[in-house]
């Protein structure tokens, strides 16, 4: 379990070193995205207003404080489930060029050979731990598509965000999935052990 | 006792502050049941998990900060004492006021929409929310209001089903333990796993809800109830899912399950899941305006 850290814009390089389980920080922008600007982008076809090119994405769920127009700073800012967001992994990955998804509770199979073949991995951000992500933040530098606060999509600069755990590698490597998968196993064992078989 | 308009007054700021304070300080029994499975912690990942929850917990109560983003859900379960005389609709409306001073005047996000057009008013309130349950205590002159912001991640991850009475016991067991691994990382583990037994589908689903309420490790009054819950916690505990379901020793801070009598034909089951965070806080308001805070 190696440790790295990262400035964004990401290198297809930067990330086909991480495995599974290594631990990544990371400074500069991140956007902050979620269900509907995704939807936004891949249903409704409007292109995202800002370079995704190398970019790491985070499934993120913001409270915010309006400074001025245009203008907020963080009061919480964490992470969300990304696995609502998983069918829009290609479309990152191919038509954006995007590097690095972050997240929690991690993401699909199939979203895992994806990474292996365009060459991105995905983060698992500690979910719940909010406090600690916000204080990782140095400034909201933007805000797109603001009719759709909470969920816009947010240019946030962060220094140090993590300490995030590789949870999908470019080699093809699944942290969450495998445990998952040794759990029903076990599981399994445990019923038949209990005498429950049907 | 009968009270006076400034009771709802009361109420309503009450339930402002319930809400915020609520995802700011952790409950005492969760941070316990958190720093006892980081200590006995074996595996390195989740160690660096459990240092991240530690650190959030603090800086929640050291900083003001919110230690989750979640604003969840507001869902408050609320207690009238039978000797309090009081108007049940001024007491709704000052409960919902309260809810939206909180979001305004946090500020907080507002977590709720429309069902279908996703439509949000930024007040964290919509129609039937947020969700009060009422419940009547004998000999009782106070108003016992316990508040749960309920995150998404943990409230998308349960479960109801219908089993038969021949599915018996066992049943229900092989239900809880398949669910829980199938919700797998997503409700943010080690979470707090409530288990409704009985009743018609919706008790039985708010019996689940409310047992997530309990105090962590709290046992059902029930001996034999108690004892199917050590035995699941225990089950829960050796899949090895561990903190954010990267593996680890501690899945389950504790299963809690609470029942209903129930029909001839019906054997209910619902799992409604808490995650590690389990926010909760309670105040018990006297008729004569005494605040008393807890969780
Ligand atoms: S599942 Fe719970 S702890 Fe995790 S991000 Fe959601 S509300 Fe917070």
Known sequence: MAEFRFKTPLTEADVRQLKIGDSVLLDGVIFGVRDGNLIRVFDKNVAPPCDWKGAALLHTAP????IGPGKYEPICVGTTTSMRMDRFTEGLLRDYGVRAILGKGGLSQNSAALMKQYGAVYLSVTGGAAAMETLQIEEIEKVYWEDLMPECIWQIRFKGLGPMTVGIDAHGGNLQADVQQQAKDKAAEILKKMGITS | MEVSDSFYALVETVCRDLYIKSLKEIPPDVV???????????????KRIFSHYLRS????KKENMMVCQDTGIPIYWVKIGGKLRLDGSKLEQAIIRGTERATREHPLRSSIVSPLKRENRQTSTGDHIPIIHYEFIADSDVLDILFMPKGSGSENMSFMKMLVPAD????IKKFVLENVVGAGAKPCPPMVVGVGIGGSSDLCMTLAKKATSRPVGSQNPDPQIAALEAELCD?????????????GDTTALGVHIESAWTHITCNPVAVNIQCWRAERRRAIITPDGKVEEGF
């Open chain 1, 63 to 66: 409270n915010v404080r309006k």
């Open chain 2, 32 to 46: 316990e049941s958190i720093k006892r499975a980081a200590a006995k912690e074996t595996k390195e990942v989740a």
């Open chain 2, 57 to 60: 917990i603090e800086l929640g």
């Open chain 2, 168 to 171: 018996g016991i066992n049943g």
């Open chain 2, 235 to 247: 089950a829960i505990n050796q899949t090895g899912l561990g903190p954010q379901g990267l593996g």
